[in-house]
């Protein structure tokens, strides 16, 4: 299982940038897709996760209300919308696989190798 989140860059504060994560080799085990992101200094945290197959996705109470995560799984990949960016979202996000869908990195198998966001005045 291969994971590939793109999207990244230098963003305005209240600005908005959308991440993608395309997953290849994709196993019949994997449930969920989760969206992580680790700020320099900082231990990884935990900010959405959503089904393959659709339901309710889960998010951090940090950024519900600004991210929304979205799945097509025709075309095996999840997106992260992201707005009213501020300096505190500035980090390397990831995203990785899991057969369950939960907040925890424990329980996500395969990650990507992430992508930076900067958010800047």
């Known amino acids: 299982v291969q994971l590939q989140a793109s999207g990244g860059g230098l963003v305005r504060t209240g600005g908005f940038r959308e991440l993608s994560c395309t997953v290849s080799g994709r196993l019949a085990s994997s449930y969920a897709v989760g969206w992580f992101r680790q700020a320099q200094g900082k231990d990884r945290e935990f900010l959405a996760a959503a089904g393959w197959r659709g339901g309710s996705p889960l998010y951090a109470d940090s950024v519900k209300g600004r991210f929304v995560i979205y799945v097509d799984s025709a075309v095996n990949t999840v997106w992260l919308q992201m707005d009213r960016l501020n300096y505190g979202d500035t980090a390397v996000y990831y995203c990785?696989?899991?057969?369950?869908?939960?907040?925890?990195?424990?329980?996500?198998?395969?990650w990507g190798q992430g992508t930076q966001v900067t958010v800047s005045s």
């Open positions: 990785a696989d899991a057969p369950r869908l939960s907040p925890w990195e424990n329980h996500h198998n395969y």
